[in-house]
Every structure is written in structure tokens, then in C-alpha cells.
């Protein structure tokens, strides 16, 4: 595990000190979620960037949860919240105006089931996330990285997908989705050669999928969107 040197500066002062006078969540009550009383209630803070969570303490119920990897203003989130209250989602973003703005948002839409959480994607999916306890993670438009030499900062490569695949349930899924053409090619022939996920098709038609903020930019200036979508064995 990075040592705390490393992931202080990531983390808000002002998270760590609310985080220091949350009350611990009971993991063995499970209601349904309650509505959050103001918009910051909707950010998640772990009291400890450097345990685990347990399930319990991302939401208190077993219902299937959800996770969008840079959420970005939360378009994608609130559709999919919205059309399923039965399901729970967690958005992960580093971007404090961007966390805050989806916590408002998510407030003024009245969602219980969903949260943000600001953190880095890679160290939350390694370190934080429970183990085989995600229906689904979303990567929905991460930033390319163009240039070769910037390449290593991909997100999709092996140390992610072992990440993602430890983080599923067993049958859970990752969906990706970007429109950049070479990156998608490296995607493919990332997944293609861990043995942890298998490849299948994209979501069938009928399945609700809501647009993200990137997807409606980029499809009004007519670029085309590549999807990937892969299980984990069952
Ligand atoms: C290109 S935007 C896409 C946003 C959204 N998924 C969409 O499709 O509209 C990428 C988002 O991921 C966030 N991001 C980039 N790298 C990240 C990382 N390593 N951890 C967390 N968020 C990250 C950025 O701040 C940004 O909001």
C-alpha cells in the first residue's frame, strides 16, 4: 500500500477533519437510504483513506452497487440513479468542484442512492473499494493520453483490471466507453490478455444506458463512441 506521504495532499483537509468526528457505521443494521439532509451529505468520507471499506459503509443495505470512475459533472450518475432507486451508485471524481456541483445536483434531484467520493480512481478501486462486492464499474470517457510517452498513465491496464476484477462480484461487470480509436484498441488488447475478465457484447438495446456529459459533446461534433464491456467469471 503507498504510504500516507504519498496520498495526504489527495485528500481535502476539510474531508479529514469531518471524517475525524463522523461516527463509526454500524455494519450490521441495513435500512434504506435516507435522504441526505444537506448536499455535502452526499459526499462519502471514509473516516480511514488507508483501510477498507466494508460494504456497509458506502451504503447500509445489499442492494447492487454501482461505481463511475471520474464521474465529471454527474450526468451519467443522476440518469442511472434516476431510473433505478433499487440500485446504489458511487461516483468517483478528484476534482472538487466537480464532486461538490454532483452532491448539489444529486441533492436537488432527491437521491438517496447515490454518493461521491473525491479520490483518485486507481488508488480507491486497489485500496478502498470491498472485495467482490461492485455489480458494476463504469469508465465512461477517462482521458486518453494521447501521446506515447504518457501512455503508463492509462487507466486500462493490468494492475487496474486485477484491481477491478478482486473489487466485482463474481458475474460483475466493467463497462468502458471512449471515443478515442487507439484507445480503445489498447483497452481491448488489455483485457484481451488478462485472464480475469471476459470480453462480451455491449449492453443489449433495450437496456437503459444514460449518456454522459463527454458522450453528447462529442456526438455533436459527430465523433463516433467504442464500447467495451467485460465480466468477471461467475
Ligand atoms: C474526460 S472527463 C469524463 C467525465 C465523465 N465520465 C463523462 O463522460 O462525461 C474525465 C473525468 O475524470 C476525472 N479524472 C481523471 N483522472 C482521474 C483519476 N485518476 N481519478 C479520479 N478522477 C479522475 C476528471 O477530473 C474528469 O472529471
Given at each position: 500500500m503507498p504510504s500516507s506521504a504519498t496520498h495526504r495532499h489527495q485528500i481535502p483537509l476539510a474531508c479529514r477533519k469531518a471524517a475525524c468526528q463522523k461516527k463509526p457505521v454500524s455494519v450490521t443494521s441495513a435500512p434504506a437510504p435516507v435522504l441526505p439532509r444537506a448536499p455535502e451529505d452526499n459526499e462519502l468520507l471514509p473516516e480511514d483513506y488507508f483501510r477498507r471499506l466494508a460494504r456497509a459503509e458506502i451504503f447500509p443495505d445489499e442492494a447492487p452497487l454501482e461505481i463511475d470512475l471520474g464521474s465529471g459533472d454527474g450526468s451519467f450518475l443522476l440518469s442511472m440513479a434516476e431510473k433505478h432507486p433499487e440500485r446504489r451508485f458511487l461516483g468517483v471524481e478528484r476534482l472538487l468542484g466537480r464532486v461538490r456541483k454532483l452532491c448539489r445536483r444529486s441533492h436537488q434531484h432527491g437521491l438517496p442512492n447515490l454518493k461521491v467520493l473525491r479520490l483518485e480512481s486507481l488508488y480507491t478501486v486497489e485500496w478502498l473499494l470491498p472485495r467482490q462486492s461492485i455489480a458494476r464499474i463504469h469508465l465512461l470517457f477517462p482521458d486518453p493520453w494521447p501521446k506515447a510517452k504518457h501512455h503508463?498513465?492509462?487507466?486500462?491496464?493490468e494492475p487496474f483490471l486485477r484491481a477491478v476484477q478482486a473489487a466485482l462480484l463474481p458475474g460483475g461487470e466493467l463497462l468502458f466507453r471512449t471515443d478515442h480509436a487507439e484507445y480503445f484498441e489498447w483497452a481491448l488488447e488489455q483485457v484481451e490478455a488478462f485472464e480475469g475478465l471476459k470480453l462480451v457484447d455491449w449492453l443489449p438495446e433495450e437496456e437503459f444506458y444514460a449518456e454522459t456529459d463527454f458522450q453528447r459533446q462529442w456526438a455533436e461534433v459527430g465523433r463516433s463512441v467504442h464500447s467495451l464491456r467485460a465480466v468477471t467469471a461467475s
Open positions: 503508463k498513465r492509462r487507466l486500462v491496464q
